[in-house]
């Protein structure tokens, strides 16, 4: 069991390699091609949150290259140095998904919330769960393994909540991008080529969350059967 389940995470491992790689080589070559209106990152944000009445969330540049995010308690739609001033067609797909999680937000969406309330559990799920299974293995103190194994099953409950979340937004994004009329017909497919790329990472990262629980959980088989 422990073989196939390393086996399983080798697996998990080169997909979210090649995810990576496939983010990263359609982010670079639509970075380089900028949408026939010459609208930043930023002014097309700036442009959804007004025609939805979010006057109120400010838009900001963050150091980094996709670092971009929504601060739901800042209320900031904060987009990386080079989306927020660039006029590129993958720079106005990322900006117009995190202003789809500030709509999301705004309009109370139920996945946005539930994932809101996960995170406490998830954040410890990530820090302290791998400590305590290895330590309760370690040390022959199986319960301890297992509460480690409970919290990071935590983490895993927040990535698969994580999906909805970040779908609805790039579905939103699209929708903006579209009926606002920032993008062209033509230039549609790359910005969701771009936000299906982006997507699959957070597919990624819940295989591989998945992976992990089943490695720990044969480990603790394991050690019980001894």
Do not use: C
């Amino acid at each position: 069991m422990d073989i196939l389940a390393l086996l399983l995470m080798g697996l998990v491992f080169v997909a979210s390699l090649v995810i990576q790689g496939g983010l990263q080589a359609t982010f670079a070559r639509f970075s380089r091609v900028a949408n026939s209106r010459g609208l930043t990152g930023a002014q097309v944000a700036r442009a959804i949150l007004d025609a939805h009445g979010l006057t109120h969330v400010r838009v900001e540049p963050v150091p980094g290259a996709l670092t971009d995010h929504y601060d739901p308690h800042a209320k900031a739609v904060r987009l990386s140095e080079p989306n927020y001033a660039s006029p590129s067609l993958a720079a106005l797909a990322v900006a117009a998904h995190e202003v789809g999680h500030a709509v999301q937000d705004a309009h109370g969406y139920t996945w946005l919330r539930v994932r809101a309330s996960l995170w406490p559990a998830a954040s410890l799920g990530t820090n302290l769960g791998p400590i305590l299974v290895v330590g309760g293995l370690m040390l022959g103190a199986i319960g301890l393994a297992k509460l480690g194994l409970y919290l990071y099953l935590a983490v895993a409950l927040f990535q698969l909540v994580t999906l909805p979340v970040e779908f609805d937004a790039s579905r939103r994004a699209l929708e903006f991008l579209r009926r606002m009329g920032f993008l062209s017909q033509q230039e549609m497919a790359p910005a969701r080529r771009v936000l299906t790329w982006a997507a699959l990472t957070y597919v990624a990262a819940l295989a591989s969350s998945l992976a992990t629980i089943l490695y720990y959980a044969s480990l603790l088989m394991g050690r019980r059967e001894e």
